[in-house]
Structure formats: C-alpha cells, structure tokens
Nanobody, 125 residues
C-alpha cells in the first residue's frame, strides 16, 4: 500500500524556519523520485524540490534555491524539506508526492502518481 503523510507545517514569521516531514510506505519511498509541491489559492500547484532514489540528487525550484533543502532518511522512510529564510510568498499547502516513472525528474505535478494530504505553511510578514 502506498501512503504519504506530511507533517511539520505551521505559522512562522518572515525569516523563520520550518522542517516538513513526509512519512512514506516502503513502496512509495523507493520510487524513482520523491518531491515536494506547494499550492496557494491564487497560484498553480508548483514544484518545490525533488530527490532521486538512485543517488539522492536534489532538484529545486529557482525561488527556493539556497533557502530550502530536501533530504531523505532511508532507515525511517521519511523525506524532509528544511525551509529557512521563509517569506510570505512561501505561504501555501505543501504536498509530498512520488513519481513512479524511470524518467528525468519532472517539475509538473501531473507526472506524480501518489500524494499526501498536505500540510499548511503560513508565513507572516
């Protein structure tokens, strides 16, 4: 059974930090790509970061490079998103997702097959 469960969201001030966690089933965790997306009401769902099963290569959206870090703990079947220097424009629901394809890492949400329920991140100015 594939299951992804996010946690760690909350309300923080601009410049603050949060660490999101995504607990995954074994099958989900070993899929070629695990990623984080976010969705704000006035924006399309957008790619935030991804990490490969093969070699743990990391990929980031331009807006979060240098501020966010994706990582994984294979022993805990958990993927993390460390978010530093948060800005109000980072406010969104953040989703963990898995892509089962053996293909180049995608930044399009439609290429991801499994999703968590999301966790709200709100950054105040």
């Amino acid at each position: 059974q594939v299951q992804l469960v996010e946690s760690g969201g909350g309300l923080v001030q601009s410049g603050g930090s949060l660490r999101l966690s995504c607990a995954a089933s074994g099958r989900a965790f070993s899929m070629p790509t695990l990623g984080w997306f976010r969705h704000a009401p006035v924006k399309e769902r957008e790619f935030v970061a991804g990490i490969l099963w093969s070699d743990s290569s990391e990929y980031y959206a331009d807006d979060v490079k240098g501020r966010f870090t994706i990582s994984r703990d294979n022993a805990q079947n958990t993927v993390y998103l460390q978010m530093n220097s948060l800005k109000p424009e980072d406010t969104a629901v953040y989703y963990c997702a898995a892509d089962r394809r053996l293909a180049p890492t995608s930044r399009w949400y439609g290429d991801y097959d499994y999703w968590g329920q999301g966790t709200q991140v709100t950054v105040s100015s």
